[in-house]
């Protein structure tokens, strides 16, 4: 079995935060993502980073994956998502189908779409893959239950946005060439580090300098 990864002190990622749903739909609607085109045609996914607003502001759905063989992401903490089908109608299809089979949620029926997040290349066990990941943006409108596929997902979960305000942390795991060190941030714990983590973090980022920017 792996060991846990070793946690290390490191600067907090970013302060100032805009915490409700509202500001976050007023700052980034009609924001126009940028893709990855180098190398050009690779195979697309597509995760949803789902919001509403809780007790301590707002709050995304995320999954902890079940552990499957061949699954670079198996047993990690995620948002919800996968590969673009030839039956979706695009990537806000891929991930609207992804998120109602992994945790029966039906986002075309509670949620609004707000925008499509910048592309990233997708990593799995410290390698480059031949795959880009778009995030695409949902707050809520209605409440809903989360019911995870036991076949994909062992648990689904609220997490506040805020964590990712806490003190980052470096994680050091046997997973890494060489053990190389990557950020993360814990919550009841869950560690939410690698793909997600810089998923998270560029959104933080891209609403933080949105928040910033002169109207």
Not at 30 to 54: E, K, Q, W
Not at 182 to 206: D, M, N, P
Request: cysteine-free.
């Amino acid at each position: 079995m792996d060991n846990p990864p070793r946690m290390l002190e490191r600067p907090n990622l970013r302060s100032g935060l805009p915490l409700w749903t509202s500001e976050i739909q007023q700052l980034l609607r009609g924001y126009r993502f940028r893709g990855v085109d180098d190398p050009p045609n690779l195979p697309r996914a597509a995760v949803a980073l789902v919001l509403r607003d809780g007790d301590r502001g707002s709050e995304f759905i995320a999954i902890h994956r079940a552990h499957r063989h061949g699954d670079p992401w198996s047993g990690h903490v995620a948002l919800p998502g996968g590969r673009h089908q030839p039956g979706d109608s695009d990537l806000v299809g891929t991930a609207i189908r992804e998120t109602r089979e992994e945790i029966g949620v039906d986002l075309d029926k509670n949620a609004d779409l707000v925008t499509e997040l910048d592309e990233l290349r997708a990593v799995g066990r410290g390698q480059l893959l031949d795959l880009v990941i778009r995030p695409v943006l949902f707050v809520l409108r209605n409440p809903v239950s989360l019911s995870p596929n036991p076949a994909e997902v062992q648990n689904a979960l609220w997490i506040p946005l805020a964590v990712l305000r806490q003190d980052a942390h470096s994680t050091s795991s046997p997973r890494k060439p060489m053990g190389s060190a990557h950020s993360a941030v814990e919550f009841r714990g869950y560690t939410i580090w690698g793909l997600t983590h810089r998923i998270l973090s560029r959104f933080v980022e891209l609403v933080t300098s949105q928040r910033e920017t002169p109207a």
